[in-house]
Every structure is written in C-alpha cells, then in structure tokens.
C-alpha cells in the first residue's frame, strides 16, 4: 500500500508540516523505521531526538514545536493522540484478512444452540447444551464452550481456550489462547482432616470489550458471580479467584494473581507479577506496583508498591535503604563502641 | 426445588431452632441471601452480625448461643460443621447434570487401551497406545492422554488438559483444563558451552482424590518419579517440577512453583505465589505464607513467611519495620551527629 | 537391555577401574540405584559417599580418584563428563518410540501448506494457510499453527500448542503443551479515558535447537519481532512479552516474567520467578537470582539478585540483615535512651 503524506493527513486529522506529496508504504517502530516509513513520537526522549529515527514522516503532538532546521528532511504530522493516530494507520496499512463466515464439519455442536448472524465456528470446536453465540463471533479451532455459557457478538475466541459452563461473555471481547474460564475454585471444606470438595455452582460474567490475555485463569464464583467489567484488559497468565469482582477499564498485567472475594475498583491498573490477597478492596483509580504484596484495603486513587504494600513514594525511600542496610548495621555496631567508650568516661 | 427446614434438617443431622415448615427454596451467600434462602455463618464477624444475612434460615455451629430476641425472625440449624453441612445442601439445590456414557466417534484412540465400565468420552480425545482408563471416568473434549497412561475410578479430565506418556492418575481425580502433566522437567547438561537435553525417562503419579487446578505444569521424574500424594489439592497456575514429592492431603494455593527434587511432607499449607527452591525438604504440617521465598529445609510443623523465609511470627515484625526504614535511617544519622558533639566536649 | 561394562565405556569414551566383563542392565539415579545399575557423581557431595550408592558402576569425572580399598565393590567408569555419558546411556537404555510418518485424517490443513519428508501430524491438528512445515516435524495432537507459520526440520511439537500467525520456528526445536507463541502483547492507546487495542502486526522468531517449557507465553512484536536465539531454553510458564529478544544459550527457569521490549543477552541464566521490566538490557552472561526484580540494566558478567535488584554478594548480606532487623531497631532505641543520658550529663 502506498499513501501520499496528505492523504495520511486526512485519514488522521493532521496537520503537516513538511511535503504534502511524499510517499509512504509502510508504518514502523521509530527505531526500525526506513525511509519511506511513517512512525510516531510522544515521549521526552523520542521528541528530542527526532534525528534518530530514519522514518520519513513521525507524528507528533499538536503541541510539540521544533527548530525548523532541526529536522528539515522529517515529515511532521501533528494530531492531539500521535499514538491512537499511528495504529489506526497500523490498521490501514495492515487490514485484517477476511474470514468466512462457516461453521466447520468437526465441530460438535450440543442442543438448543443458537448462533447469531457470520458465525465463524473453526474445526474441533465443542459447544456445549443451551448456548448462545452472538453474531460475527469467532470460535477458533480446538475452543472448547460448556453448557449455558452465552458469547456477546463480535467474540474473538482465539484457539484451545476453554470456557466452562454457565459463563457469560460479552460483545467485543477477545479471549487469547489456553486462558481457562469459569474453573472451580480453590474451596475446601475441612473434615475430619480431609479437605472435602464444595461444588461451585456460581459462574464468570465478562463484560463488553474486554481483553483477556493468554493462559489467564479466571474461576467462576463458589456461589455467585466472578465479574469482569466492562473494558477490563488483562496481559497473560492471571489468575482471578472465584468471586473476585473487577471494575470497569482495569488494566492488569502479567502473572497478577488475585485471591478470592476481593473487588478490584475501576480504572485500576495492577502491574507485573502483583499479589492481591483475598477478601479487600481496592479503590477506583488506583495503581499497584510491579511485584508488590497487597495485603489490606487501599483506597481509592493511591499508588502502592512493595511487599508488605505500603504508599509508592515511601517504597522508594524504602528501596533505596534496603540495598544499604549492611552500611547501617555497620555503622550501628560502630556506635556501640563509641557510646560505650562515651559512658566510660562520663561514670 | 422446595423444602421444609425440617426435611433439611434431617439431610444434615441439625437442630432447629424456630419455625420447622418454613419453606426453604434456595442456597446461597450470606451476603447475597433472600428470604427463602439458606446460609451458613461460622466466623465470628458473621455470627455477631446475624441480623445482617437476609437468609431465611442459617447454619450456626452446636456451640453457637445467642440471645431469642437478637434474631427472632431467622430460623437456626445447629451442626457441628457448618460448612460441610451447607455445601451438602448446596449439591442438593443443585444435583450435577447427567452425562450418558458414550465414546464420541472423533475420539482418537489408540492400541491395547482398556476403558472401564460407564466412560465419557468427548469428542477430539486423543488416548495413546497401551492406557487404562478406570470405571466412570469422564475425558472431556480436546484432552491428550500419551501412550502406558493409567487414569483411575471416577476420574474427571476437563477440557483440553494433557497427560503425557506414562503418567498414572488415582481414583476420583479432577484435573482442571490448561493443565499439562508429565512436560519435561528443565534439566541440561552442559557439554562445551551448550546446553544438551537430558532425556527425561520418568514420570508422574498422581495419587487418590487429589484436584489438579488450571494451567498447572507437573513435570515428570528426570529419573524415577514425581509425586503428588493422595488428597493433595492445587489451586491454578501451579509449577510443580521434575523428581517434586508431594505429601497427603497438602494444599497448594496458586502461582506457587517448586524448584525439581523438593521433597514436602504431608498437611502442609502453601500459600500464593510462594517460590520453593530444589532438594529441600518442607517436613509435615508446615505452613508456608504468601509470596514467601523458601531456600532452605523447614521442620514440620513450623509456620514460615517472608523473602527469605524465617519464622512467621519474626516475618510479622520484620515487615512492620521494613516501611519505617526511612526513620530508622535518618534517626542513625542523627545520633552521628549526637554521638560526635558528645565526643567533642569529652575531648 | 543388558551391556557389559567394557561396552558401555566404549561408547562413553570410558577408562574401567574394577570388572570390565559385569552386566549392567538399567540405568538410573545415586540413590535410587540397585545392584546392576549404571549411576553417575559429579558433585562433591556424592564423589565423598560413594558407598552410599547401591549401583554396581558409577561414571566419575577423570580428575576423580580414590583409596582403592575405599569402594572396592564399585565399579567406576571415569569421563570428561559424567553427567553428558549418563545420559548418553540414559538415551541408549531408554530409545525413543519410533512413531510412523503420517497425516492424520481429522488434521484440518489450509491453502498453500508445504510439508517436509516424514512429517507426522496428528489428530486435530489445525494448519492455517501458506504454511511450511520442515521435514521430520511432529505435529502433536490438538495443536494450533495459524497462517504464514514457518516450523523448522525435526520440530516436535506437543499436544496443544498453540502458535499464532507469522511465527517462525527453527530446526530441532521442541515446543511443551499448553505453550502459546505469538499471541498479542499487552499494549493499548488511551483514548478518551478508554484503552484502544493496537494491532499488533509483528511476529515472533524462535532460533534453531530451543525448547520452550509448557504454557509458556510468547507475544508477538507489536512492530518487528519478538526474538529467541539460538539454543535458549525455558522452563514452565514463563511469560515473554512483545519486542522482547531473547540472546543465543540463554536459560529461562519457571515463572520468569520479562516485560516488552526488553533485551536479554547471550548465555544469560534467569532463576525462578524472577521478574524483568521492560525497556533494559541484561548483558550477555550475566545472571539473575531467584525472585529477583530487576527493574534497570545488568551489565555484562554480573550477577545480581533481590528485589530491587543489586549485587548478588550484597543481596547474600542484606539478607541477613532483613530478619535481623527486630535487633537493630531495639538496639536503636536503647542507643536513643543512651545518648539522652550522657547528653544529660554533659548539660
């Protein structure tokens, strides 16, 4: 595909500055670029160092300015999200193949199913009794759909994920590979030193627009319901307990594990490798730390890192101490000696 | 379904106290009941707050005593296991839906394979030569069993789980989907720079009554055996690694791994996303906390926590100072000055 | 199988002291040896007790030597490489299954598939389209390869892989279960307070002779590749995030979490559990402890653990200082009372 800098413009909403006639065949990252690429800047240090790149157009933000004779030979495009701007090129540049709509002979379809308009149903799918598909969803190969479960229209469901049964998917959602939803939970009952099973009758409720990342794992409610809310994106391998509950736009990242019954807030974002302990909350707009241990409440709109979590701006201070203590205890012991030689004197 | 407080409790051997005809019409959470619904109350936050349940009738435990006008509109059932009693309720409300046995015609099945009496088996199972499946046992679809498997009694293999060769499986297992049991343990020898593949020529057994979560990887014995003892239950995203054994009736909560050749003993707890390195020994009824970094042999019986692991009781203090470090710090440096104005005038 | 210890140092390249004519029928561990097994010691631990073995031969390292009359019933077996030879043997003792070339008739094979000499290809297997699959590949059962998919000679891949489009995949390599390559990274533009998915529309390259551990995640680059070289291996679930590349003999052990776009050098070891953020550069043979957090470059040759990071030699103080930590603090306040009274006295 070849797209002239002014037809870009148009697509994006931007105002050039530079060749409105230049040719671009190709979007790229600002490192990888060539010369008839176009890639994009927001960051400090991309911005200020526009030379680097050997793209031939970056967008950047309306209200980035620059020495004209700076960078003479990059094409600028401003628009107010260079970002969003560039992957909608990203898109334009790369259209998503068309698949068919088809429902594959292999497939093992149960009864009192119903699917939408354009279903996609790929080889070696299983649905299972009372199912719902909405339309344009995609069940790609080897995806297995349990008893009672309902799929939202527009459903990605990518290959060899599982869903269990009675759970509930909304539109848009995309479900990446070897994610399991709607496993029991981990719930025993203690008896006569044995751990006796609990049947988990609940199940999951996905919401509209969600991402659920590969070999995630998300247990459906011992009674009641796990929720995913809307416009929750999740990075792979999570796990979320039976009955936890997570508010609209939270953004958790890779191999977070959530313990059970806990509500997660809106527009959180959980980063890598958090533990999120069982049964507290944690308030809208919150950040958590890469690795940290979240043992109690947070409130809404704090930042927290470390392990046990405490407020992110003392884990700095904290941080730096820990690397240092072999300097403190040292000094501590010198102390000591001083102190002591000190009392001396003064009996 | 209906029942009469009565008829309930006869199934759970409780006594009544208040209305024996009230109609009984639903299980569910104490939080989430309604008026015609059970629940169970074991923990004292809520047996002080029984008023707070809108649950017809609770559960309490035998010992439990409260004033008749506290809650005199909430019929009590006394048992000795609340929680046992109410889940044997729950399986009541909500018996498990039938499956008629049947080998589905895509199952792909091997030679000199022996299936007990009453099986389900799903579409696209794979079962390799030379395997055993016990009485009952119910393959779901998209599941891998490898050649010289044995899987026991009233086994359940959900959804896309693989069971790689020679593993054996006890009665009444459930392994969640996503597992994968029987991998190649990360074993090389190193031969001139590179990394060469050990063959791994062991395997896995897997004992009676034991639950498996989802997306757990249990590598088989480099040589000899791993093994997971009879009643032990893991929750999901479990890394269990070559030559592990794991005793009866232990509990393994998520994202925890185990380093290969580690031996835990029996009724030990460990917690989430703990780490436990190789060839230690964890002894019988310990305790490891949550995100905790096992390195070295714990006794039986002892309660450990923290990164490295001490005493569970020293972890709770040690915890409390980390995030007052900064104090601490700035407190040391004001003694210097302290301590050197004391050893001036003592000049 | 039954070989004579003269046979067996044969094809090990073995110097025999004691009875070159005894039969040794198996091979297998130190500890677990019986009378007519071949083991093997390189460790000291093992090379000091070798009495405490009941194998008939043991394979020592040349340099190794020993009182004559010390283990007089041992047959030893000396190399440059013992652990090498034993499993040289282990491979000899235990030969793999051949399994028959063939293309199972359920495989759902694309448009534009080429296949190699003695392909074996499973039941459900799915091949997208413009796919080349190398000669000697094995396509386990339930395995997923989307379009434009390369996969090297002598690939063996397990039951339930997953591998997303555009991936490619070198000679030798072996793909465990569960495994998802080329799944979408976890990237999204804010949009108005929304989270907008970014195609991404890279790919993953995999070198020659790797093995990727079971349910591992491997994310596609958002733009360009995400890259494993040559010769890496990884254990169990571990996460490899988009853009991230991966240098030639690096070893990944379980649980490892690397963050996108994060450059890992040449013969790198990364313990268990431990957690890269994205955007540094780890040099080549640097290593990383377990449960580290490594938040900032690692130059070449290092090694660093804890969390944050920091020197290896200083983590091993630190560490001891954190349980201590009770002590100082105590000993801080008992200083405080301390100087108070000499600064009382020198008033």
């Not at 037809?7 to 500055?17: F, G, P, R, S, Y």
């Not at 010369?35 to 800047?41: L, V």
């Not at 479960?149 to 998917?169: F, H, Q, Y």
């Not at 809307?230 to 609209?248: F, S, W, Y």
Request: with cysteine; proline share 3%.
């Amino acid at each position: 595909m070849k797209l002239s800098v002014s037809e870009i413009a148009k697509t994006i909403h931007a105002k050039v500055i530079g060749d409105p006639s230049f040719v671009i065949k190709g979007v790229s990252s600002f490192d990888d670029s060539g010369a008839h690429d176009i890639t994009f800047a927001c960051e400090t240090k991309y911005l200020t160092n526009l030379k680097q790149t050997k793209a031939g157009a970056v967008i950047v933000p309306d209200t980035f300015t620059v020495d004209k004779n700076y960078c003479k030979n990059i094409i600028l495009l401003k628009t107010d999200n260079p970002k969003v701007s560039f992957f909608k090129l990203v898109s334009k540049f790369h259209p998503e193949k068309k698949i068919k709509s088809c429902i594959h002979h292999s497939a093992d379809i149960g009864q009192h199913v119903e699917v939408g308009k354009n279903p996609i149903i790929g080889s070696n799918v299983f649905i299972g009794d009372n199912v719902q598909i909405g339309k344009n969803a995609n069940l790609m190969p080897g995806v297995y759909i349990g008893d009672d479960v309902s799929i939202g229209d527009n459903a990605l469901i990518k290959p060899n994920v599982t869903i269990m049964e009675k759970t509930r998917i909304g539109k848009n959602a995309i479900i990446h590979s070897g994610t399991v939803i709607g496993s029991d939970g981990f719930g025993f009952a203690q008896n006569f030193g044995k751990h006796e099973k609990i049947i988990h009758t609940g199940y999951v409720h996905i919401g509209d627009d969600v991402e659920i990342g590969a070999c995630n794992t998300i247990d459906r409610g011992t009674l009641g319901m796990t929720v995913i809310g809307n416009g929750v994106k999740t990075d792979n391998l999570v796990h979320i307990a039976h009955n936890v509950k997570i508010g609209d736009n939270t953004l958790i990242v890779a191999q977070v594990g959530i313990a059970g019954s806990t509500d997660i807030g809106k527009n959180v974002i959980i980063a890598g490798n958090a533990s999120i302990t069982g049964h507290i909350k944690i308030g809208d707009g919150s950040i958590v730390g890469p690795c940290a241990g979240v043992c109690s409440d947070v409130p809404e709109n704090k930042i927290v890192s470390g392990m046990p979590h405490m407020p992110h701006v003392r884990w700095r201070k904290v941080v730096n101490i820990i690397s240092r203590l072999p300097e403190m205890r040292k000094k501590l012991f010198s102390f000591e000696k001083r102190l002591k030689d000190l009392e001396n004197k003064n009996e």
